[in-house]
DNA sequence: AGTCTTTGCACCATCGATTGTGCAAATAAG
DNA sequence: CTTATTTGCACAATCGATGGTGCAAAGACT
């Protein structure tokens, strides 16, 4: 409460401090005083007082001078996800080792809002904005465009700048082969009972589903439209799905490849309401990996996608010059049922015991 | 590419267009032109002005007079994990529906990062401050204070600000009763059979061990201190003293306190090196609740915490105008097994399909 | 000693919005 | 018709940092 009291130091509090004008301060604080031939001695000075004072730059005055922020924004559809908020760890890891400060914003799959949202962190002058699982990618980019930022889509493609997202095709592929694999030869999965549930009306499903339908036909002969039941990222509209395919067959299909951990909450909530003895038979493939429902009373596939793959080819293509708008595949992972893998949080060192 | 082209609009630039000075088209963007009697026909041309060339105000500039941000920050230990991650889901909820803009950081509950971190946010001009989980709350409250910024802290207390917390000695009392009582009369839990892993040296740990000693005492009679092991919230930790225990006792106990659901991912990495029939006598609770972990093979009884409530509460504190660094505990829910309950993201509108 | 070069720094405009103040023109009051 | 009031807006300082430019003093060179 004494003397470093409530106000922030500022270049000019430190200019009449040290005797310096507020330029060279500046150029002092911001490291180009070599460049400006300022006196090693007076940098010196400058900076025990800023240190003492714990002078910090005020980053709007700086940001609207140089029309730079060091804020890189992400676009998120949701938090309150596994795999997105994995894709926000990393991607702040990624973005606090180039000195600059992560904004994560979600825009809950609304083209309208996924708008809005970008435009308000271009009002911050963000320097570059990473956007991930939008619904209208390409709405998002006219926003940013306007303003001449530089902007990248990662998880689902958009047609204007380049994109980062799983190979959907290959990992639809690779789980649905796995799901069939894992049923006995003496009790094979027939091509009725293997329903896809889950996804919408973006790239990620329509690859996932050409995937699930090719190897379908390729190993059980067989395809009936029918099995493929969309029910947007919603756990509630997933549940009522199953729901009604009960209703209609008195039990699930014994296989189900989920298109997403938010799907599959929505099997849960079926299964709450059912007796066990239900899923006596059931194999589920999940597009997503979560640790405990690999663990789950069932078998359980997932699919894992690289999330850190992702975010460094992202950062690596945003950083080209003049990036051509081409889709970047990275190739997800297969994870057989019961299995623990680790994650981001396991490059965080703990503190205290 | 046209006219509405690379740079954005400024206040001087319609200023121009509309023939009136950049005084007046402020006040018109701002909202405050009444109060400066400027002419309603006026305010309509500028504001259709602002319109046809898509004007956004700079924030940066509007920041730098007025020292406000429209900015509010959350900073959190991690955000891959769904207890932190929907904290964030409903803080961003909050902030929006005030018209200001949502900051979401992580800081790996390292405390110099925590008071790192809260500076970058502050040389921002952030307008508010939520400490979540910090690991040295009073630490970043001195950086706060320092710069004369609201702020308060949620999930773990400090001592200078108001906090808001779940009751964790409740809670730990709730899941410690749940887990004895989960066990038949006729082969009741000895003491001996009730480990407590997980946590570390942190408000919320002594809490629920606080609890979980008071129940345990008062249930089975008995509470010898090696039935408490904190391995800090790491999994592969907990992993390491779930494989320390088996290794003594070639067992694991058949009670299972298990301090968050970071925890519980390390029972899981023990249990995928294991065979099934070590968990056949197994009850375990789980301080966090997944939905996924509800339907394990084996009774998972979990607490839910209000983080609803929390928020809200947090919210509606932090605009007080001198509020006493009081502690304010909000209730968790108990959650028996197999139970699926509804999140944040219910409360989004699905787009498509 | 005189000229040239380098060193070291100050000055000032600038980024875009906000806000206190001042002052004409329009209107009302007498 | 004159004075008082209200209306409607422009002016200019300000927030804090940046970076181009200019210029005096010190040093080098002939």
Redesign the interface.
């Known amino acids: 409460m004494a003397n470093?009291s409530?106000?922030?130091a500022t270049i000019y509090d430190l200019s009449v401090l040290s005797g310096s004008s507020p330029s060279t301060v500046s150029a002092v604080l911001n490291g180009t005083w070599r460049k400006r031939r300022i006196k090693a001695s007076t940098a010196e000075l400058i900076q025990s007082l800023a240190e003492t004072h714990?002078y910090?730059?005020?980053?709007?005055?700086r940001?609207?001078r140089s029309s730079r922020?060091g804020?890189v924004g992400l676009l998120l559809p949701?938090?309150?996800?596994?795999y997105?908020?994995?894709l926000?760890?990393t991607f702040?890891a990624h973005v606090r080792s180039k000195g600059q400060?992560?904004?994560?914003?979600?825009a809950?799959?609304?083209?309208d809002e996924e708008r809005k949202t970008a435009?308000?962190?271009?009002?911050?002058?963000i320097d570059e904005l990473f956007i991930c699982g939008a619904?209208d990618p390409d709405g998002v980019h006219e926003v940013c465009e306007?303003?001449?930022l530089k902007h990248i889509n990662i998880d689902l493609p958009g047609t204007k700048v380049p994109s980062v997202i799983s190979d959907n095709f290959e990992g639809g592929r690779l789980l649905t082969e796995a799901i069939i694999r894992h049923f006995p030869a003496d009790r094979p999965l027939q091509p009725n009972d293997l329903y896809l549930f889950g996804g919408?009306?973006d790239h990620a499903s329509h690859e996932r589903i050409r995937g699930f339908r090719a190897v379908k036909k390729e190993l059980l002969g067989g395809d009936p439209d029918e099995c493929i039941q969309?029910?947007?990222?919603?756990?509630?509209?997933a549940r009522r799905a199953f729901e009604a395919f009960f209703a209609r067959h008195g039990k699930l299909p014994r296989g189900l490849f989920v298109n997403s951990?938010?799907n599959?909450?929505g099997l849960?909530?079926f299964?709450?309401g059912h007796p066990h003895d239900n899923f006596a038979d059931l194999v589920v493939g999940c597009y997503d990996y979560?640790?405990?429902?690999?663990?789950?009373?069932f078998p359980v596939i997932m699919i894992r996608q690289d999330v850190e793959g992702m975010i460094a080819k992202a950062f690596e293509v945003i950083e080209e010059l003049r990036p051509p708008p081409q889709i970047h595949l990275v190739q997800p992972e297969l994870v057989p049922p019961?299995?623990?893998l680790?994650?981001?949080?396991?490059a965080?060192?703990?503190?205290?015991?």
């Open positions: 470093s409530k106000k922030k714990q910090t730059a005020n980053r709007q005055a940001g609207l922020s804020l949701v938090h309150d996800n596994r997105f908020s994995s926000a760890q702040e400060c992560p904004i994560v914003v979600s809950s799959r609304d083209p435009a308000t962190l271009i009002s911050y002058s619904t306007a303003a001449g919408r009306n969309p029910t947007g990222y919603a756990a509630n509209n951990s938010i599959f909450e849960l909530r299964m709450a979560d640790p405990f429902a690999s663990f789950l009373p019961r299995t623990a680790t994650g981001p949080l396991d965080l060192k703990d503190i205290d015991r």
